[in-house]
């Protein structure tokens, strides 16, 4: 089967496409013929440095997230499993790759009339965007404000917190804000201009994907009672607000959002119904083919990228 492989960390040039053995499904496992795989950011800091939760001895096949169509079962699997389109996390490796053999009890089905690409843009980021939306939990009237929300997570963001009836404003650079607008956000914000929090505040609560002076700005604009998750560092540095800082202003800091793996399943199946619903859109902004996966990478190390970017394997 064709595949990417990871031989060292290191800058995107690392990624080098090749072949493997077929997988074959054990007992409970299901193998599944991949049409599109998830690329996430934190695959890029690991590819380059080892950092994030995934693990593994190199040579690896990288990648966690793949969507397509079951072609065969293991043992104990029911055989009627086979033909069912699906998305699926691997296990933090192996989803570069033109087939995957995978736990059948992780998979996720995807809805009639829902595309494969939308499901698998929908996979990890639509999980994500669910669980930071529950821990928030903008109200009716708040205003809430986005980072990075021209990016896979943020993009969907704004339109749930738009949902709730809270008032979103999205920040993103200057070259993205035609898109946050379009995503249904009553204020676009450059985050780049000088004083543009100031300007745009105060704030009720803060989805925190960039960290460091971007977090920073916004935490000083929330108001008593406000709440500031960060779940992403696409500026390279977390967020440097202490606890002692937030409880002197009375705000509540939470960072990431977490949730068993039967609750992550679940959440996924809700992104794909709510999706197949017609009531969240994820923005795929780039596909690459599976070969050029250094080139994926290296496009939403830039910071040029919109929305998801996904591997096309079919």
Request: aromatic share 6%.
């Given at each position: 089967?064709?595949?990417?492989?990871?031989?060292?960390?290191?800058?995107?040039?690392?990624?080098?496409?090749?072949?493997?053995?077929?997988?074959?499904?054990?007992?409970?496992?299901?193998?599944?013929?991949?049409?599109?795989?998830?690329?996430?950011?934190?695959?890029?800091?690991?590819?380059?440095?080892?950092?994030?939760?995934?693990?593994?001895?190199?040579?690896?096949?990288?990648?966690?997230?793949?969507?397509?169509?079951?072609?065969?079962?293991?043992?104990?699997?029911?055989?009627?499993?086979?033909?069912?389109?699906?998305?699926?996390?691997?296990?933090?490796?192996?989803?570069?790759?033109?087939?995957?053999?995978?736990?059948?009890?992780?998979?996720?089905?995807?809805?009639?009339?829902?595309?494969?690409?939308?499901?698998?843009?929908?996979?990890?980021?639509?999980?994500?965007?669910?669980?930071?939306?529950?821990?928030?939990?903008?109200?009716?009237?708040?205003?809430?404000?986005?980072?990075?929300?021209?990016?896979?997570?943020?993009?969907?963001?704004?339109?749930?917190?738009?949902?709730?009836?809270?008032?979103?404003?999205?920040?993103?650079?200057?070259?993205?804000?035609?898109?946050?607008?379009?995503?249904?956000?009553?204020?676009?914000?450059?985050?780049?201009?000088?004083?543009?929090?100031?300007?745009?505040?105060?704030?009720?609560?803060?989805?925190?994907?960039?960290?460091?002076?971007?977090?920073?700005?916004?935490?000083?604009?929330?108001?008593?009672?406000?709440?500031?998750?960060?779940?992403?560092?696409?500026?390279?540095a977390w967020s440097d607000v202490?606890?002692?800082?937030?409880?002197?202003?009375?705000?509540?800091?939470?960072?990431?959002?977490?949730?068993?793996?039967?609750?992550?399943?679940?959440?996924?199946?809700?992104?794909?119904?709510?999706?197949?619903?017609?009531r969240l859109r994820p923005v795929?902004?780039?596909?690459?083919?599976?070969?050029?996966?250094?080139?994926?990478?290296?496009?939403?190390?830039?910071?040029?990228?919109?929305?998801?970017?996904?591997?096309?394997?079919?």
């Amino acid at each position: 089967m064709r595949v990417v492989w990871l031989t060292q960390y290191g800058d995107p040039t690392v990624l080098a496409p090749g072949s493997a053995p077929d997988p074959v499904p054990s007992p409970g496992q299901v193998l599944v013929d991949v049409a599109f795989a998830n690329i996430t950011f934190i695959e890029t800091m690991f590819r380059s440095t080892g950092f994030g939760p995934y693990q593994g001895s190199l040579p690896m096949v990288p990648g966690n997230g793949v969507g397509g169509v079951v072609s065969e079962v293991g043992a104990d699997v029911d055989p009627s499993l086979v033909g069912a389109r699906v998305v699926t996390s691997t296990g933090g490796s192996g989803a570069y790759a033109s087939r995957v053999a995978v736990d059948a009890a992780g998979l996720v089905p995807v809805p009639d009339g829902l595309a494969l690409d939308t499901a698998v843009a929908l996979l990890a980021d639509g999980r994500t965007a669910l669980l930071l939306l529950r821990a928030v939990g903008p109200k009716p009237g708040e205003r809430v404000l986005v980072e990075a929300a021209a990016g896979g997570v943020g993009t969907l963001l704004v339109q749930l917190a738009k949902a709730t009836g809270a008032t979103v404003l999205g920040a993103a650079g200057p070259a993205k804000l035609g898109l946050v607008g379009s995503l249904g956000a009553d204020e676009a914000v450059d985050y780049t201009a000088p004083g543009w929090a100031a300007a745009a505040g105060p704030f009720d609560a803060v989805f925190d994907g960039v960290g460091g002076a971007v977090a920073r700005a916004a935490f000083d604009q929330l108001t008593r009672g406000g709440r500031m998750i960060s779940y992403g560092l696409s500026s390279g540095a977390w967020s440097d607000v202490t606890d002692d800082e937030a409880a002197a202003r009375g705000v509540t800091l939470l960072r990431g959002a977490t949730g068993t793996p039967e609750e992550l399943r679940a959440l996924t199946a809700e992104a794909l119904r709510l999706a197949a619903a017609g009531r969240l859109r994820p923005v795929i902004g780039q596909r690459f083919p599976l070969e050029q996966a250094a080139a994926a990478h290296a496009a939403i190390e830039s910071r040029s990228t919109v929305g998801k970017t996904l591997l096309v394997v079919d």
